[in-house]
């Protein structure tokens, strides 16, 4: 009987208290409504009668909020008070009170709930991570310095210099800032990205920036002391930053000579870098580093870039001697010697193909080079399928086009739905073009606008716009006729036969539609003869009568890569690239633009 009296007794208690516990938490989620549509009044009557009930962090924090909404500092201070002796003496409570007291303008009062929080928490250290916290999220940072440097103390092995970096940069103090980073990235490299992003939005690409010396001095001091790798990665990193790639360079170089540690990949990469930033002296030295060392894995890589580069500065010289040429050729024959023919190498001998082709007129034995390639199947299918490109490119040259058009169908059937069948597309419509057929090119032009390359996309447009603009002007398709034959010897390197067409179509036809395309088509022909003078020339012309009209940033950005690196005034070039950006925001050269502009601005300034 006792034992079936204390089951119900058991039963009802157990029940009593589920029964109460969801009727609380059904008034912290009407209180919590309240307070959430701006009733804190009533969320404040709410979450005291709960408090009442029930006394938890949650609850607490929640009530407190509501006082200070409706600016009861009274019933707030009672509130921290009570709770400070219920939860444990918690010293972040204390911070809590006098928060109370610096919202009510007791500053003298808060500073005194400050000052012995601090201490507590000193007293009893395992308090000191929710006093530092508590501080912060509240913005006061001098007290959250304080804590966290207890807590530094205290707890050596402990890490806390991120959130002092945050504090640092709070207060404006960015000295400080940069050397806790430092220390944080020294002592724990999984941060290492954390605090670059972090001083990455302090730091500018001018070299001059306040911060960028402030940042370098601190490193260069550290590095006198250790020589930390990571510190001296941080040294390039910020180098690179101000596109000081000869500096960073030099770092990488130096840490490669006088530590065992291999900085190949690294210095690979700079080079990369610098390629892309249009540096291609410092690139070029990046790749020959390496190319001593004949057991780096990167040995082979860097012969290939660094005949990239020596390929680029070729082609920026449109003044190329026949020696020249030669001696370009026989650089590139003796590293593919050296090379093999391999899928990494293939690019390199396609290029050597187009040289041979272009700039030195041996067409068979540019040919030879490619059929050997393709007469064997241990390639990839897609370096396979540039080959034939370079191949169907030479046959042009040949006026072969039959053949050539062949050679392009094959790469545009393989690789149907990819850029380079794309690009074997837009080649078979340019011969469409050239030999006058020109509703079935315009018909093919228009798949090619929606290309996922911008460049194909853009050529695609011109060539449709050069067409639809003038295929039905004249009763006679004579003046495009002549023009596109005009095109297709400028291509097979015919320069006077391509004059003569371009001349003929003025004399015929003065003020044709055709007339901006006709100086801009001059103006290559003069630039590859180096009578640039002239080219600008025509190129202006463009600029003055036809700046509505498609080739305008075609000639404003050939102008300004012209005073850039063959005339070497860079204020004209500062100009030209300038005015493209603002007057053709939609253009494809903007991208390039602003970069040679800002490379510009800063070493001419």
């Not at 516990?21 to 009044?41: M, P, S, T, V």
């Not at 006198?224 to 390039?236: A, D, G, P, R, V």
């Not at 770092?251 to 990949?265: F, M, T, V, Y």
Request: charge should be neutral; hydrophobic fraction near 40%.
């Amino acid at each position: 009987m006792k034992k079936k009296i204390f089951f119900i007794i058991f039963t009802f208690f157990f029940f009593s208290q589920i029964m109460g516990q969801n009727n609380i938490d059904n008034q912290i989620l009407l209180a919590k409504e309240l307070y959430g549509a701006g009733k804190y009044y009533e969320a404040a009557e709410l979450f005291e009668d709960i408090y009442s009930n029930k006394t938890s962090a949650k609850v607490y924090k929640n009530y407190l909020d509501c006082l200070l909404k409706i600016k009861d500092f009274k019933k707030a201070i009672t509130l921290t008070k009570n709770y400070y002796k219920k939860g444990g003496k918690n010293p972040a409570t204390l911070i809590d009170l006098g928060n109370v007291y610096l919202l009510s303008e007791k500053n003298d009062k808060a500073k005194e709930q400050f000052d012995l929080a601090l201490k507590e928490a000193q007293e009893r250290p395992n308090f000191l991570l929710s006093v530092a916290s508590k501080f912060y999220s509240m913005e006061l940072y001098t007290y959250a310095l304080d804590s966290y440097t207890l807590l530094k103390e205290k707890n050596p092995k402990g890490n806390y210099s991120f959130q002092i970096s945050n504090i640092y940069s709070q207060i404006g103090d960015t000295e400080n800032m940069y050397k806790e980073l430092l220390n944080l990235m020294t002592s724990n490299e999984a941060y290492i990205q954390t605090c670059k992003n972090k001083i990455r939005i302090t730091i500018s690409e001018n070299a001059e920036n306040e911060n960028n010396v402030l940042l370098k001095s601190i490193l260069i001091k550290k590095l006198q002391k250790t020589n930390s790798i990571i510190l001296h990665e941080i040294l390039i990193w910020l180098l690179i930053q101000e596109e000081d790639f000869s500096n960073a360079l030099k770092q990488e170089i130096a840490i490669d000579k006088r530590n065992d540690i291999e900085r190949d990949l690294q210095i690979f990469d700079l080079g990369e870098i610098a390629i892309s930033n249009g540096e291609f002296i410092i690139a070029q030295e990046a790749f020959n580093y390496i190319t001593k060392k004949e057991t780096s894995f990167y040995y082979k890589e860097s012969i290939i870039k660094s005949l990239e580069i020596e390929y680029s500065i070729f082609k920026q010289n449109p003044d190329q001697s026949k020696e020249e040429v030669k001696k370009l050729i026989k650089n590139y024959e003796l590293k593919i010697e050296d090379l093999g023919i391999t899928n990494e190498s293939i690019f390199t001998i396609i290029d050597l193909a187009h040289i041979l082709a272009f700039y030195n007129s041996e067409l068979e034995k540019a040919k030879e080079i490619l059929l050997n390639i393709l007469s064997k199947k241990n390639y990839s299918e897609l370096n396979l399928a540039y080959c034939k490109l370079k191949l169907g490119d030479i046959l042009l040259i040949e006026n072969n086009i039959w053949e050539a058009q062949l050679y392009y169908s094959q790469v545009e059937h393989k690789f149907k739905h990819e850029v380079i069948g794309q690009e074997a597309k837009f080649k078979k419509i340019q011969i469409d073009y050239y030999t006058g057929k020109f509703n079935w090119a315009q018909s093919q032009l228009d798949i090619l606008k929606q290309s996922t390359s911008k460049l194909i996309a853009n050529n695609a447009m011109e060539l449709s716009l050069i067409i639809g603009d003038n295929l039905n002007l004249d009763t006679t398709q004579l003046p495009l006729k002549l023009y596109a034959e005009s095109e297709l010897l400028i291509f097979q390197n015919k320069y006077d036969d391509a004059l003569k067409k371009l001349n003929a179509i003025e004399k015929i036809y003065p003020n044709h539609s055709l007339q901006d395309n006709i100086f801009f088509q001059k103006s290559s022909i003069e630039i590859k003869r180096g009578n640039y003078e002239l080219a600008l020339n025509y190129l202006e012309e463009i600029c003055l009568q036809y700046y509505n009209d498609i080739l305008f940033d075609d000639a404003l950005y050939t102008q300004a890569y012209i005073f850039e690196f063959t005339i070497e005034d860079y204020e004209k070039a500062k100009e030209k690239y300038q005015e493209l950006l603002l007057k053709c925001p939609a253009s494809i050269f903007v991208s390039e633009s602003r970069k040679r502009y800002r490379s510009l601005r800063k070493t001419n300034p």
